[in-house]
């Protein structure tokens, strides 16, 4: 079993910064690629960025400039710096992987259960 755990959102006034961390635990051989994705209320959840076993990256239009993720593949944690924030990036986010769980199994697409943050105006 894999377990994604998400930690890190919250509430904070347009403009600030929050830092949302994920970290993947359990029957963990390698991991894949990592994303971070956002569903407002109401809304289809979206990808807000991402990054692969070699560290190249990629983002939504509406972050670039403003977020940026990180991994750290010794601990199976992901990061998401996101400043500038704005009252339309209010939303559940959710840590996302694809994992190998043993050295000859395929990888398996695993989710956190999300962390809500919330930017007031």
């Known amino acids: 079993q894999v377990q994604l755990v998400e930690s890190g959102g919250g509430l904070v006034q347009a403009g600030g910064s929050l830092r949302l961390s994920c970290t993947a635990s359990g029957s963990v051989f390698s991991i894949n690629s990592m994303g971070w994705y956002r569903q407002a209320p109401g809304k289809q959840r979206d990808l807000v960025a991402g990054v692969n076993s070699a560290g190249r990256t990629n983002y939504a239009d509406s972050v670039k400039g403003r977020f940026t993720i990180s991994r750290d593949n010794a601990k199976n944690t992901m990061h998401l710096e996101m400043n500038s924030l704005k009252p339309e990036d209010t939303a559940v986010y959710s840590c996302?992987?694809?994992?190998?769980?043993?050295?000859?199994?395929?990888?398996?697409?695993?989710w956190g259960k999300g962390t809500l943050v919330t930017v007031s105006s």
């Open positions: 996302n992987a694809m994992i190998k769980n043993t050295v000859s199994s395929g990888a398996i697409q695993y």
